[in-house]
Nanobody, 122 residues
Framework: QVQLVESGGGMVQTGGSLRLSCAAAGRTFESLAMGWFRQAPGKEREFVGDIAWNGASTEYTDAVKGRFTISRDNAKNMLYLQMNSLKPEDSAVYYC???????????????WGQGTQVTVSA
């Protein structure tokens, strides 16, 4: 099993940038598709984007396309989320997650980190 720990959250002004990291412990990280999700207060958790096990492909929800970039370094067991041009509506707890199979569109992500808070002030 893989354990996931997010870091890099914080408070930033509108238009600013943050880079979230997700450290994975366990030898199966490189076999997992990895994703980022977020949950704002009073809302359901939503899919942000994901990346294939080898980094060859990514997909994003429309709300973040062109602003967020997901990358991974399998040699370091690390996943990243670069967030640019942040908006107040991006404020949420951000989670990284792992998926073994059938992972398109945020489905079947069953390995979760504890989350990191991102707050974007107006």
């Amino acid at each position: 099993q893989v354990q996931l720990v997010e870091s890099g959250g914080g408070m930033v002004q509108t238009g600013g940038s943050l880079r979230l990291s997700c450290a994975a412990a366990g030898r199966t990280f490189e076999s997992l598709a990895m994703g980022w999700f977020r949950q704002a207060p009073g809302k359901e958790r939503e899919f942000v984007g994901d990346i294939a096990w080898n980094g060859a492909s990514t997909e994003y929800t429309d709300a973040v396309k062109g602003r967020f970039t997901i990358s991974r370094d399998n040699a370091k067991n690390m996943l990243y989320l670069q967030m640019n041009s942040l908006k107040p509506e991006d404020s949420a707890v951000y989670y990284c997650a792992g998926c073994i199979a059938y992972c398109a569109n945020g489905k079947n992500f069953k390995i979760w980190g504890q989350g990191t808070q991102v707050t974007v002030s107006a």
